[in-house]
Structure formats: structure tokens, C-alpha cells
């Protein structure tokens, strides 16, 4: 792993980029949750979760709830569950359905086995002791409970990963460009079965593949733009290297009626 991956990969987990810039409000993560509306098959995550909390009575905490779309789809569907987002930003999760509680992830302000069930959806990649939350998720859920996280393939997402490189590439004068930044690196769906199942005796992972097909590189560029965040880390002007992108993908377009992306995610449902 080169220094500029490590540097990458820590920046993803610092807490004042995550409270101040990355996270302060909605905007870059509905810019990256937006982006699905062109997924096919689509899934209905909010749903999928809701599924699988059939089973689940009382006590549900979405730690690193985010702007709150999977509270308030069990609060709108479970109104019999009591349902606590948490997030370590108080910006994101003041649009957030009450009770909601800022806290880290590490530290966790609940008892012991205080939850029926613990929500850990696209969020894990961003603490920066996994291992250490995860225990602490663990600890905070009641015997029987379940722990659902989710997260991305290492393949995710890869066709926005060569055309970053090849317009940073572009803008440097060079034939390949320093990668993007990727979230999910640090805890995708490849490594989450191994940190999970150390706390868990019984882990199962449900794929989600997809392709998105877009005729208007708007939601590409969107998306791409939301890592503003993480522009110190990407080696290379970034609102630059966003301009060529849309370029390159605008070409694309004309030349093949759509841009494709190929797209792998995943939730992870644990036991003890």
C-alpha cells in the first residue's frame, strides 16, 4: 500500500472532515445516494432493512444514521419499534426524525445489551477503529439481537474509478492519473465478514448487483463531486479533474448512448 492510499484511507476516518465538511449536512451524501434512482435492479434498501427486522421488537439504534432515510422508513412502517439515530455530526441529523443522539460510534452512551437490534449501514468504513466499533455495536445489542450493516464491494462502482484516473491523468499531463478516494476501501463487503465475524458467531452476506445506465452525465458529475470533502487527498486539482470528468463522460455519452456503471453492495446481517 502506497503512502498516498494511507494518507487516503485515514482522511475517510477524520472525525473533524467527517463533522465539519463531509457530513456537516446532507448535501454530498444525497448526492451519492441520488445516484441509484438509475440503478437497475433497484432496491429498496430502506425496505430491505425493514425486512429483515421482521422478527425485531422494542429497541432499534442506526448508529451513523446520516440524514435519516432508514429511521424514518421504520418509523413510517414500525411505528411499534423505538427507533434512536445516532451520528457523530449534529449538522446531518437536524432534518433527523426525534430521538436522535450525537455520539461516536467507539463510545457508544448505551448499556450494555440495551439494543434489540443495531443498525451499522455504510458506516463502518469511516471509524477509525473498526474493530473497536464493532465490539462496542456488539456489546450495546442484547443476546438474539441482529446487527445489520452495509457497505460496498472492492469492484464498486470501477468504471467512475478509471474515468477519475484517466481525467486526473489528464489534467496532470500524464497517462494515469492518482486514484479517487473510496470510502468503502477500508471495510467493503470482501473484509466485512472477516472484521464482523470476530464479534459475531454467525454472519451473512446478501449481494446487491446492479448497473447504472445514465444518458445525462449530471448525476455522475454529482456524484463525483460530493468527495469534495477528501480534495486535499486526491493528488490532483480536484474541481478541475470534475470538469474533465464530465467532459470525458459527455463524449462517452455522444459516442455510446449511455454511460454504464456496474455496481456492487451488500448487507451484512449478524448474530451471536
Known amino acids: ?19 465539519n465538511s463531509a457530513y456537516a449536512d446532507d448535501r454530498h451524501l444525497l448526492a451519492r445516494q441520488s445516484i441509484y434512482r438509475w440503478q437497475q435492479p433497484r432496491y429498496d434498501l430502506p425496505g430491505l432493512i425493514t425486512a429483515e427486522l421482521a422478527a425485531t421488537s422494542g429497541t432499534v ?5 446520516g440524514n435519516g432515510k432508514f429511521v424514518s422508513r421504520l418509523n413510517r412502517d414500525r411505528a411499534d419499534l423505538r427507533v434512536v439515530g445516532v451520528d457523530i455530526s449534529a449538522g446531518i441529523l437536524a432534518e433527523v426524525e426525534k430521538p436522535v443522539l450525537v455520539a461516536d460510534a467507539e463510545a ?45 464491494s472492492d469492484t ?8 477519475w484516473a484517466r481525467a486526473a491523468g489528464d489534467i496532470l499531463g500524464i497517462p494515469h492519473g492518482p486514484e479517487r478516494v473510496s470510502l468503502s476501501s477500508r471495510f467493503s463487503l470482501e473484509k466485512a465478514p472477516d472484521y464482523l ?3 459475531f458467531g454467525r454472519v451473512q452476506v446478501r449481494e446487491l448487483p446492479g448497473v447504472i445506465e445514465l444518458t445525462d452525465p449530471a448525476p455522475l ?14 493528488g490532483v486539482p480536484f474541481r478541475e479533474t470534475v470538469e474533465r ?11 455510446q448512448g449511455s454511460f454504464k456503471i456496474t455496481c456492487l453492495g451488500g448487507i451484512v446481517a449478524c448474530r451471536r
Open 245 to 255: 470528468a464530465h467532459q470525458i463522460a459527455t463524449g462517452i455519452i455522444a459516442d
Open 61 to 65: 439504534l442506526d448508529i451513523g444514521c
Open 1 to 19: 500500500m502506497t503512502s498516498s492510499t494511507v494518507r487516503r484511507r485515514a482522511a475517510v476516518a477524520d472525525r473533524a472532515v467527517l463533522v
Open 221 to 234: 458529475v454529482a456524484h463525483l463531486a460530493s468527495y469534495e470533502a477528501w480534495a486535499e487527498q486526491s
Open 197 to 199: 465475524g470476530a464479534a
Open 156 to 163: 464498486d462502482k470501477r468504471e467512475l474509478d478509471q474515468l
Open 108 to 152: 457508544l452512551p448505551f448499556a450494555d445489551g440495551s439494543a434489540d437490534a443495531v443498525l451499522a449501514l455504510h458506516m463502518l468504513y469511516h471509524v477509525g477503529d473498526i474493530e473497536a466499533a464493532i465490539k462496542d455495536l456488539a456489546r450495546v445489542l442484547r443476546p438474539g439481537g441482529v446487527l445489520l450493516a452495509s457497505t460496498n
